[in-house]
Protein backbone atom coordinates (compact mmCIF):
# COMPACT_ATOMS: atom_id res chain seq x y z
CA UNK A 1 0.00 0.00 0.00
CA UNK A 2 2.91 2.17 0.30
CA UNK A 3 3.49 2.33 -3.30
CA UNK A 4 0.26 5.01 -3.02
CA UNK A 5 2.42 7.49 -1.16
CA UNK A 6 3.23 10.29 -3.65
CA UNK A 7 7.15 10.33 -2.79
CA UNK A 8 10.58 9.91 -4.40
CA UNK A 9 9.86 6.38 -5.34
CA UNK A 10 6.52 6.43 -6.72
CA UNK A 11 6.85 9.63 -8.99
CA UNK A 12 6.87 7.47 -12.02
CA UNK A 13 3.17 6.18 -10.57
CA UNK A 14 2.06 9.32 -9.79
CA UNK A 15 2.41 10.62 -13.33
CA UNK A 16 0.97 7.74 -15.10
CA UNK A 17 -2.18 7.79 -12.66
CA UNK A 18 -2.78 11.68 -12.74
CA UNK A 19 -2.00 11.08 -16.94
CA UNK A 20 -4.65 9.01 -16.86
CA UNK A 21 -7.55 10.46 -14.62
CA UNK A 22 -6.77 13.96 -17.14
CA UNK A 23 -7.54 12.05 -20.21
CA UNK A 24 -10.66 10.40 -18.67
CA UNK A 25 -11.26 14.18 -18.49
CA UNK A 26 -10.12 15.53 -21.42
CA UNK A 27 -11.85 13.33 -23.45
CA UNK A 28 -15.06 13.63 -21.41
CA UNK A 29 -15.24 17.45 -21.86
CA UNK A 30 -14.34 17.31 -25.55
CA UNK A 31 -17.33 14.60 -25.98
CA UNK A 32 -19.63 16.59 -24.12
CA UNK A 33 -22.90 17.40 -25.93
CA UNK A 34 -25.02 18.90 -23.29
CA UNK A 35 -24.36 20.74 -20.09
CA UNK A 36 -26.38 17.55 -18.25
CA UNK A 37 -28.21 14.34 -18.81
CA UNK A 38 -31.40 15.01 -16.65
CA UNK A 39 -30.61 12.29 -14.31
CA UNK A 40 -32.79 11.84 -11.51
CA UNK A 41 -31.67 11.93 -7.72
CA UNK A 42 -33.76 8.87 -7.56
CA UNK A 43 -31.77 7.36 -10.94
CA UNK A 44 -28.14 8.13 -9.62
CA UNK A 45 -28.33 7.27 -6.06
CA UNK A 46 -29.03 3.54 -6.17
CA UNK A 47 -25.54 3.37 -7.97
CA UNK A 48 -23.90 5.23 -5.18
CA UNK A 49 -25.34 3.61 -2.43
CA UNK A 50 -24.68 0.53 -4.48
CA UNK A 51 -20.86 0.72 -3.69
CA UNK A 52 -19.29 -0.92 -0.75
CA UNK A 53 -16.74 1.32 0.35
CA UNK A 54 -14.94 -1.45 2.61
CA UNK A 55 -14.49 -3.54 -0.98
CA UNK A 56 -11.75 -1.29 -2.53
CA UNK A 57 -11.16 -1.91 -6.31
CA UNK A 58 -7.41 -1.43 -6.24
CA UNK A 59 -7.08 -0.72 -9.49
CA UNK A 60 -6.91 2.73 -10.91
CA UNK A 61 -8.65 1.98 -14.26
CA UNK A 62 -11.25 0.19 -12.41
CA UNK A 63 -11.74 3.07 -10.08
CA UNK A 64 -11.93 5.85 -13.03
CA UNK A 65 -14.37 3.33 -14.80
CA UNK A 66 -16.88 3.27 -12.03
CA UNK A 67 -16.51 6.88 -11.31
CA UNK A 68 -17.88 7.54 -14.96
CA UNK A 69 -20.70 5.39 -13.85
CA UNK A 70 -21.29 7.60 -10.63
CA UNK A 71 -20.27 11.11 -11.01
CA UNK A 72 -18.62 11.88 -14.91
CA UNK A 73 -21.85 10.18 -17.03
CA UNK A 74 -24.18 12.49 -14.98
CA UNK A 75 -21.95 15.61 -13.90
CA UNK A 76 -23.58 18.96 -14.56
CA UNK A 77 -20.43 20.86 -17.02
CA UNK A 78 -19.91 24.19 -16.53
CA UNK A 79 -17.86 24.63 -20.11
CA UNK A 80 -21.20 23.68 -21.92
CA UNK A 81 -22.17 27.30 -23.70
CA UNK A 82 -25.93 26.26 -22.89
CA UNK A 83 -24.88 25.95 -19.08
CA UNK A 84 -26.28 29.04 -18.12
CA UNK A 85 -27.59 28.81 -14.47
CA UNK A 86 -25.22 29.99 -11.27
CA UNK A 87 -22.41 32.05 -10.92
CA UNK A 88 -20.13 29.00 -11.51
CA UNK A 89 -17.77 29.51 -14.32
CA UNK A 90 -15.69 27.49 -17.25
CA UNK A 91 -12.18 27.37 -15.42
CA UNK A 92 -9.38 28.47 -17.84
CA UNK A 93 -6.06 25.55 -18.38
CA UNK A 94 -3.85 27.29 -16.55
CA UNK A 95 -5.57 27.49 -13.03
CA UNK A 96 -6.42 23.97 -13.45
CA UNK A 97 -2.76 23.11 -13.90
CA UNK A 98 -2.08 25.63 -10.77
CA UNK A 99 -4.86 23.34 -9.38
CA UNK A 100 -2.95 20.38 -10.27
CA UNK A 101 0.15 21.31 -8.38
CA UNK A 102 -1.20 22.92 -4.95
CA UNK A 103 -2.77 19.79 -4.36
CA UNK A 104 0.41 17.80 -5.44
CA UNK A 105 2.89 19.84 -3.18
CA UNK A 106 0.15 20.34 -0.45
CA UNK A 107 1.43 23.55 0.87
CA UNK A 108 -0.59 24.55 3.54
CA UNK A 109 -0.99 28.49 3.90
CA UNK A 110 -1.50 28.41 7.48
CA UNK A 111 1.85 29.00 8.49
CA UNK A 112 5.39 30.12 6.79
CA UNK A 113 7.12 26.66 8.00
CA UNK A 114 4.36 24.36 6.22
CA UNK A 115 4.58 26.70 2.60
CA UNK A 116 7.67 29.01 2.39
CA UNK A 117 7.06 30.84 -1.40
CA UNK A 118 3.48 30.03 -1.22
CA UNK A 119 2.59 32.27 1.77
CA UNK A 120 4.42 35.52 -0.70
CA UNK A 121 2.96 34.37 -3.44
CA UNK A 122 -0.50 34.13 -1.72
CA UNK A 123 0.60 37.80 -0.07
CA UNK A 124 1.89 39.46 -3.32
CA UNK A 125 -1.65 38.28 -5.32
CA UNK A 126 -3.48 39.94 -2.30
CA UNK A 127 -1.22 43.01 -2.56
CA UNK A 128 -2.45 42.94 -6.26
CA UNK A 129 -5.79 43.04 -5.77
CA UNK A 130 -5.87 45.35 -3.14
CA UNK A 131 -3.81 48.01 -5.65
CA UNK A 132 -6.90 46.84 -8.06
CA UNK A 133 -9.13 48.04 -5.46
CA UNK A 134 -7.15 50.61 -4.55
CA UNK A 135 -7.25 50.62 -1.01
CA UNK A 136 -4.22 52.24 -0.06
CA UNK A 137 -0.65 51.58 1.42
CA UNK A 138 -1.71 49.89 4.75
CA UNK A 139 -4.49 47.25 2.91
CA UNK A 140 -3.88 44.02 3.49
CA UNK A 141 -6.20 40.18 3.03
CA UNK A 142 -6.08 36.86 2.89
CA UNK A 143 -7.12 33.82 1.09
CA UNK A 144 -10.85 32.41 1.95
CA UNK A 145 -12.84 29.22 1.00
CA UNK A 146 -15.85 31.65 -0.47
CA UNK A 147 -17.42 34.65 -0.55
CA UNK A 148 -19.79 33.21 2.50
CA UNK A 149 -16.62 33.30 4.12
CA UNK A 150 -15.06 36.38 3.40
CA UNK A 151 -18.38 37.79 4.37
CA UNK A 152 -18.24 36.23 7.53
CA UNK A 153 -14.36 37.65 7.95
CA UNK A 154 -15.08 41.47 6.88
CA UNK A 155 -18.38 41.76 9.23
CA UNK A 156 -16.20 40.18 12.01
CA UNK A 157 -13.69 42.76 12.39
CA UNK A 158 -16.70 45.29 11.75
CA UNK A 159 -18.13 44.23 14.83
CA UNK A 160 -14.97 44.19 16.82
CA UNK A 161 -13.82 48.13 15.77
CA UNK A 162 -18.16 49.22 16.39
CA UNK A 163 -17.90 47.08 19.58
CA UNK A 164 -20.03 49.01 22.14
CA UNK A 165 -18.01 48.48 25.26
CA UNK A 166 -16.84 52.08 24.98
CA UNK A 167 -20.41 53.43 26.50
CA UNK A 168 -20.06 50.87 29.73
CA UNK A 169 -21.92 48.57 27.61
CA UNK A 170 -20.81 44.84 27.32
CA UNK A 171 -21.76 41.55 26.21
CA UNK A 172 -25.05 39.81 24.83
CA UNK A 173 -27.13 42.72 25.98
CA UNK A 174 -24.85 45.55 23.61
CA UNK A 175 -24.27 43.00 21.03
CA UNK A 176 -28.07 43.53 20.18
CA UNK A 177 -27.86 46.99 19.91
CA UNK A 178 -25.55 46.46 16.63
CA UNK A 179 -27.07 47.16 13.02
CA UNK A 180 -25.72 46.18 9.65
CA UNK A 181 -27.36 47.43 6.95
CA UNK A 182 -27.75 45.83 3.64
CA UNK A 183 -30.04 46.04 0.42
CA UNK A 184 -32.94 43.79 -0.08
CA UNK A 185 -31.54 41.69 -2.92
CA UNK A 186 -27.82 41.38 -0.90
CA UNK A 187 -26.57 37.86 -0.33
CA UNK A 188 -27.93 35.96 2.32
CA UNK A 189 -24.62 35.24 3.86
CA UNK A 190 -24.98 38.66 5.15
CA UNK A 191 -28.14 37.22 7.39
CA UNK A 192 -26.33 34.01 8.02
CA UNK A 193 -23.09 36.01 9.23
CA UNK A 194 -24.86 38.15 11.81
CA UNK A 195 -26.18 34.99 13.40
CA UNK A 196 -22.78 33.68 13.47
CA UNK A 197 -21.54 36.85 14.91
CA UNK A 198 -24.21 36.84 18.25
CA UNK A 199 -25.80 39.48 17.07
CA UNK A 200 -29.97 40.26 17.39
CA UNK A 201 -32.42 38.64 15.65
CA UNK A 202 -33.33 42.40 13.76
CA UNK A 203 -29.77 43.24 13.47
CA UNK A 204 -29.65 42.98 9.63
CA UNK A 205 -31.82 46.51 7.89
CA UNK A 206 -32.90 45.28 5.07
CA UNK A 207 -32.51 48.92 2.95
CA UNK A 208 -35.32 49.19 -0.17
CA UNK A 209 -33.37 48.79 -4.20
CA UNK A 210 -34.61 51.06 -7.41
CA UNK A 211 -36.03 49.56 -9.95
CA UNK A 212 -32.82 49.07 -10.97
CA UNK A 213 -32.21 46.70 -8.06
CA UNK A 214 -29.99 49.06 -6.37
CA UNK A 215 -29.59 50.24 -2.42
CA UNK A 216 -31.98 53.51 -2.04
CA UNK A 217 -29.19 55.42 -0.88
CA UNK A 218 -31.85 57.90 -0.07
CA UNK A 219 -33.34 54.75 2.49
CA UNK A 220 -29.87 54.07 3.77
CA UNK A 221 -29.70 57.76 4.85
CA UNK A 222 -33.38 57.40 6.82
CA UNK A 223 -32.24 53.84 8.11
CA UNK A 224 -28.88 55.04 9.30
CA UNK A 225 -30.43 58.11 11.14
CA UNK A 226 -32.94 56.09 12.76
CA UNK A 227 -30.44 53.55 14.21
CA UNK A 228 -28.65 56.36 15.73
CA UNK A 229 -31.84 58.12 17.05
CA UNK A 230 -33.25 55.10 18.66
CA UNK A 231 -29.52 54.82 20.60
CA UNK A 232 -28.73 51.95 18.43
CA UNK A 233 -24.90 51.79 16.63
CA UNK A 234 -24.80 51.44 12.85
CA UNK A 235 -21.71 48.53 12.68
CA UNK A 236 -21.72 48.12 9.15
CA UNK A 237 -23.02 49.02 5.66
CA UNK A 238 -22.80 46.09 3.04
CA UNK A 239 -22.42 47.06 -0.57
CA UNK A 240 -23.22 44.52 -3.08
CA UNK A 241 -21.25 45.19 -5.94
CA UNK A 242 -22.72 42.72 -8.26
CA UNK A 243 -26.04 41.25 -6.51
CA UNK A 244 -26.41 37.49 -6.99
CA UNK A 245 -29.19 37.65 -8.87
CA UNK A 246 -29.30 41.13 -11.13
CA UNK A 247 -25.64 42.27 -10.91
CA UNK A 248 -26.55 45.28 -10.04
CA UNK A 249 -23.94 47.48 -8.13
CA UNK A 250 -25.28 49.36 -5.33
CA UNK A 251 -24.77 53.38 -5.46
CA UNK A 252 -21.01 52.86 -3.78
CA UNK A 253 -19.75 56.35 -3.68
CA UNK A 254 -23.35 57.88 -1.93
CA UNK A 255 -22.85 54.50 0.16
CA UNK A 256 -19.23 55.79 1.41
CA UNK A 257 -20.30 59.36 1.98
CA UNK A 258 -23.03 57.89 4.67
CA UNK A 259 -20.48 55.54 5.97
CA UNK A 260 -17.93 58.22 6.52
CA UNK A 261 -20.92 60.68 8.13
CA UNK A 262 -21.79 58.11 10.02
CA UNK A 263 -18.37 56.22 11.45
CA UNK A 264 -19.61 53.15 9.77
CA UNK A 265 -17.66 50.61 8.52
CA UNK A 266 -17.95 49.86 5.31
CA UNK A 267 -18.55 46.59 3.50
CA UNK A 268 -18.23 45.93 -0.83
CA UNK A 269 -19.50 42.50 -1.37
CA UNK A 270 -17.91 42.34 -4.68
CA UNK A 271 -18.21 38.81 -5.03
CA UNK A 272 -19.62 38.70 -8.18
CA UNK A 273 -18.37 42.34 -9.55
CA UNK A 274 -15.15 42.17 -8.82
CA UNK A 275 -14.43 40.45 -12.52
CA UNK A 276 -14.21 44.04 -13.55
CA UNK A 277 -11.18 44.99 -10.95
CA UNK A 278 -9.95 42.96 -14.44
CA UNK A 279 -12.00 44.73 -17.20
CA UNK A 280 -10.68 46.36 -19.47
CA UNK A 281 -13.67 48.58 -20.76
CA UNK A 282 -16.06 48.46 -17.76
CA UNK A 283 -13.91 49.26 -14.48
CA UNK A 284 -15.65 52.68 -13.95
CA UNK A 285 -18.79 50.12 -13.03
CA UNK A 286 -17.44 49.48 -9.45
CA UNK A 287 -15.85 53.12 -9.26
CA UNK A 288 -16.28 53.95 -5.59
CA UNK A 289 -14.97 50.57 -4.11
CA UNK A 290 -11.76 52.43 -3.36
CA UNK A 291 -13.59 53.58 -0.12
CA UNK A 292 -14.60 50.78 1.29
CA UNK A 293 -12.85 49.38 5.10
CA UNK A 294 -13.29 45.85 3.65
CA UNK A 295 -13.64 43.90 0.01
CA UNK A 296 -15.43 40.34 -0.77
CA UNK A 297 -14.09 39.15 -3.98
CA UNK A 298 -14.93 35.52 -5.86
CA UNK A 299 -12.12 34.83 -8.08
CA UNK A 300 -13.89 31.42 -8.43
CA UNK A 301 -17.05 33.59 -10.30
CA UNK A 302 -16.01 36.28 -12.77
CA UNK A 303 -12.14 35.15 -12.48
CA UNK A 304 -12.80 31.66 -14.23
CA UNK A 305 -10.82 30.34 -10.97
CA UNK A 306 -11.82 26.75 -10.49
CA UNK A 307 -13.55 26.63 -6.91
CA UNK A 308 -12.58 27.41 -4.30
CA UNK A 309 -10.90 30.84 -4.63
CA UNK A 310 -11.92 33.84 -2.92
CA UNK A 311 -10.52 36.55 -0.38
CA UNK A 312 -11.06 39.36 1.83
CA UNK A 313 -9.46 42.47 1.88
CA UNK A 314 -9.20 45.02 4.13
CA UNK A 315 -8.32 48.59 3.88
CA UNK A 316 -6.31 49.11 7.29
CA UNK A 317 -4.62 45.51 7.58
CA UNK A 318 -4.09 46.18 11.74
CA UNK A 319 -8.04 45.26 11.82
CA UNK A 320 -7.10 42.13 10.84
CA UNK A 321 -5.58 41.62 14.56
CA UNK A 322 -9.31 40.59 15.38
CA UNK A 323 -9.05 36.83 13.78
CA UNK A 324 -5.44 36.33 15.29
CA UNK A 325 -4.83 34.17 17.73
CA UNK A 326 -1.68 32.47 18.87
CA UNK A 327 -0.69 28.58 19.77
CA UNK A 328 2.58 27.71 20.61
CA UNK A 329 2.51 24.68 18.39
CA UNK A 330 1.89 26.61 15.59
CA UNK A 331 2.38 30.47 15.36
CA UNK A 332 3.91 31.81 19.03
CA UNK A 333 3.96 35.40 19.20
CA UNK A 334 7.49 35.48 18.84
CA UNK A 335 7.40 35.02 15.19
CA UNK A 336 5.35 38.39 15.02
CA UNK A 337 8.55 39.89 16.15
CA UNK A 338 11.16 37.57 14.06
CA UNK A 339 8.57 38.86 11.62
CA UNK A 340 7.85 35.42 10.11
CA UNK A 341 5.04 35.69 8.16
CA UNK A 342 1.99 33.24 9.48
CA UNK A 343 -0.95 34.14 7.25
CA UNK A 344 -3.09 31.77 9.75
CA UNK A 345 -2.62 34.98 11.87
CA UNK A 346 -4.92 36.45 9.53
CA UNK A 347 -7.37 33.79 8.92
CA UNK A 348 -10.40 32.04 10.31
CA UNK A 349 -8.93 28.95 8.97
CA UNK A 350 -6.01 26.69 10.23
CA UNK A 351 -4.68 24.69 7.90
CA UNK A 352 -5.83 26.34 4.36
CA UNK A 353 -5.05 25.32 0.29
CA UNK A 354 -2.89 27.23 -1.35
CA UNK A 355 -5.77 28.44 -4.10
CA UNK A 356 -3.78 31.33 -4.78
CA UNK A 357 -1.53 29.34 -6.82
CA UNK A 358 -4.27 29.16 -9.33
CA UNK A 359 -4.63 32.61 -9.60
CA UNK A 360 -1.07 33.17 -9.85
CA UNK A 361 -0.12 30.33 -12.96
CA UNK A 362 -3.39 32.58 -14.26
CA UNK A 363 -2.01 36.13 -14.17
CA UNK A 364 1.25 34.76 -15.23
CA UNK A 365 -0.10 32.93 -18.56
CA UNK A 366 -3.04 35.12 -19.69
CA UNK A 367 -2.25 37.86 -17.69
CA UNK A 368 -5.14 40.45 -16.07
CA UNK A 369 -6.40 41.38 -19.09
CA UNK A 370 -6.84 38.16 -20.48
CA UNK A 371 -9.47 37.37 -17.71
CA UNK A 372 -10.87 41.01 -17.82
CA UNK A 373 -11.83 40.27 -21.91
CA UNK A 374 -13.23 37.32 -21.11
CA UNK A 375 -15.44 38.59 -18.40
CA UNK A 376 -16.27 42.10 -20.54
CA UNK A 377 -17.16 39.59 -23.33
CA UNK A 378 -19.74 37.80 -20.98
CA UNK A 379 -21.25 41.05 -20.08
CA UNK A 380 -21.57 42.22 -23.49
CA UNK A 381 -23.40 38.83 -24.47
CA UNK A 382 -25.77 39.72 -21.53
CA UNK A 383 -26.39 43.62 -22.85
CA UNK A 384 -27.29 41.44 -26.27
CA UNK A 385 -28.73 39.08 -24.42
CA UNK A 386 -31.53 41.65 -22.57
CA UNK A 387 -31.96 42.98 -26.49
CA UNK A 388 -33.67 40.10 -27.58
CA UNK A 389 -35.70 39.91 -24.92
CA UNK A 390 -36.75 43.19 -24.18
CA UNK A 391 -38.10 42.80 -27.93
CA UNK A 392 -39.52 39.82 -27.72
CA UNK A 393 -43.31 39.74 -26.80
CA UNK A 394 -43.31 36.34 -25.08
CA UNK A 395 -41.25 37.60 -22.20
CA UNK A 396 -40.60 39.81 -19.52
CA UNK A 397 -36.88 40.85 -18.76
CA UNK A 398 -36.44 42.81 -14.90
CA UNK A 399 -33.45 45.07 -15.58
CA UNK A 400 -30.46 45.94 -18.22
CA UNK A 401 -27.87 44.18 -16.89
CA UNK A 402 -24.57 45.83 -15.43
CA UNK A 403 -22.99 42.52 -15.18
CA UNK A 404 -23.74 39.77 -16.71
CA UNK A 405 -27.02 37.94 -15.55
CA UNK A 406 -30.59 38.38 -17.01
CA UNK A 407 -33.50 38.06 -14.88
CA UNK A 408 -36.71 36.84 -16.59
CA UNK A 409 -39.73 35.16 -17.42
CA UNK A 410 -42.06 33.51 -19.61
CA UNK A 411 -45.26 35.51 -20.44
CA UNK A 412 -47.78 33.21 -22.13
CA UNK A 413 -50.18 35.49 -24.69
CA UNK A 414 -53.11 33.51 -23.65
CA UNK A 415 -52.65 33.25 -19.52
CA UNK A 416 -53.41 36.42 -16.94
CA UNK A 417 -53.71 34.57 -13.93
CA UNK A 418 -50.00 34.88 -12.18
CA UNK A 419 -50.16 32.00 -10.61
CA UNK A 420 -50.59 29.91 -13.83
CA UNK A 421 -47.76 31.98 -15.34
CA UNK A 422 -45.68 31.24 -12.15
CA UNK A 423 -46.03 27.79 -12.76
CA UNK A 424 -45.43 27.84 -16.26
CA UNK A 425 -42.30 29.04 -15.66
CA UNK A 426 -41.27 26.81 -12.99
CA UNK A 427 -42.15 23.68 -15.14
CA UNK A 428 -40.43 25.11 -18.00
CA UNK A 429 -37.68 25.68 -15.66
CA UNK A 430 -37.73 21.83 -14.38
CA UNK A 431 -38.72 20.70 -17.70
CA UNK A 432 -35.52 21.95 -19.22
CA UNK A 433 -33.05 20.51 -16.44
CA UNK A 434 -34.59 17.06 -17.14
CA UNK A 435 -34.31 17.80 -20.72
CA UNK A 436 -30.25 18.59 -20.37
CA UNK A 437 -30.21 20.70 -23.47
CA UNK A 438 -29.48 23.58 -21.01
CA UNK A 439 -29.51 24.69 -17.74
CA UNK A 440 -30.98 28.04 -16.26
CA UNK A 441 -31.59 28.98 -12.53
CA UNK A 442 -35.01 30.58 -11.20
CA UNK A 443 -35.73 33.60 -8.75
CA UNK A 444 -38.57 35.26 -7.37
CA UNK A 445 -38.99 38.62 -8.17
CA UNK A 446 -41.66 39.88 -5.59
CA UNK A 447 -43.63 37.31 -5.52
CA UNK A 448 -43.62 35.78 -8.86
CA UNK A 449 -41.62 32.97 -9.98
CA UNK A 450 -38.66 34.21 -12.65
CA UNK A 451 -36.01 32.64 -14.59
CA UNK A 452 -32.33 33.39 -14.60
CA UNK A 453 -29.32 33.55 -17.00
CA UNK A 454 -25.94 33.91 -15.18
CA UNK A 455 -23.69 34.52 -18.33
CA UNK A 456 -20.35 33.77 -17.44
CA UNK A 457 -19.22 31.52 -20.44
CA UNK A 458 -17.54 33.84 -23.27
CA UNK A 459 -18.49 30.37 -25.74
CA UNK A 460 -22.43 31.09 -25.11
CA UNK A 461 -23.26 33.27 -28.45
CA UNK A 462 -26.82 35.41 -28.78
CA UNK A 463 -27.78 32.23 -31.04
CA UNK A 464 -27.72 29.89 -27.96
CA UNK A 465 -29.60 32.86 -26.07
CA UNK A 466 -32.02 32.55 -28.28
CA UNK A 467 -32.18 28.67 -28.39
CA UNK A 468 -32.46 28.20 -24.93
CA UNK A 469 -35.55 30.92 -25.13
CA UNK A 470 -37.22 29.16 -27.68
CA UNK A 471 -36.65 26.12 -25.37
CA UNK A 472 -38.25 27.32 -22.34
CA UNK A 473 -41.16 29.17 -24.39
CA UNK A 474 -41.77 25.65 -25.51
CA UNK A 475 -41.95 24.12 -22.45
CA UNK A 476 -44.05 26.66 -21.23
CA UNK A 477 -46.82 26.59 -24.00
CA UNK A 478 -46.83 22.69 -23.25
CA UNK A 479 -47.50 23.30 -19.75
CA UNK A 480 -50.22 25.44 -20.52
CA UNK A 481 -51.55 23.02 -22.84
CA UNK A 482 -51.50 20.18 -20.44
CA UNK A 483 -53.01 22.46 -17.95
CA UNK A 484 -56.12 23.37 -20.26
CA UNK A 485 -56.82 19.68 -20.90
CA UNK A 486 -56.59 18.96 -17.19
CA UNK A 487 -58.95 21.67 -16.84
CA UNK A 488 -61.74 20.18 -19.20
C1 LIG B 1 -21.92 34.02 -4.47
C2 LIG B 1 -22.06 35.18 -3.61
C3 LIG B 1 -21.68 35.12 -2.25
C4 LIG B 1 -21.25 33.83 -1.61
O1 LIG B 1 -20.04 33.38 -2.12
P1 LIG B 1 -19.60 31.85 -2.02
O2 LIG B 1 -18.29 31.85 -2.70
O3 LIG B 1 -20.66 31.07 -2.75
O4 LIG B 1 -19.54 31.50 -0.58
C5 LIG B 1 -21.74 36.28 -1.51
N1 LIG B 1 -22.18 37.43 -2.06
C6 LIG B 1 -22.57 37.53 -3.34
C7 LIG B 1 -23.05 38.83 -3.86
C8 LIG B 1 -22.52 36.40 -4.15
O5 LIG B 1 -22.93 36.48 -5.43
Known sequence: MRSHLLNDTTAEQYRRSVTEGVERVAAKIAATERPFTGVTVDALAPRIDGIDL???????TAVLDELEEVYFRDAIYFHHPRYLAHLNCPVVIPAVLGEAVLSAVNSSLDTWDQSAGGTLIERKLIDWTTARIGLGPAADGVFTSGGTQSNLQALLLAREEAKPGRDGLEGPASLARLRIFASEVSHFSVKKSAKLLGLGEDAVVSVPVDTDKRMQTLALARELE????????PMAVVATAGTTDFGSIDPLPEIAELCERYGTWMHVDAAYGCGLLASVRHRDRIDGIERADSVTVDY???????VSSSAVLVRDA???RHATYHAEYLNPRRMVQERIPNQVDKSLQTTRRFDALKLWMTLRTMGADGIGRLFDEVCDLAAEGWRLLAADPRFDVVVEPSLSTLV??????????PAEIDR???YARKALFASGDAVVAGTKVGARQYLKFTLLNPETTTDDIAAVLDLIAGHAEQYLGESLDRAS
Open 54 to 60: DQPLYDT
Open 226 to 233: RCVTAGLI
Open 300 to 306: HKSFFQP
Open 318 to 320: ATL
Open 408 to 417: FRCIPAAVTD
Open 424 to 426: ANL
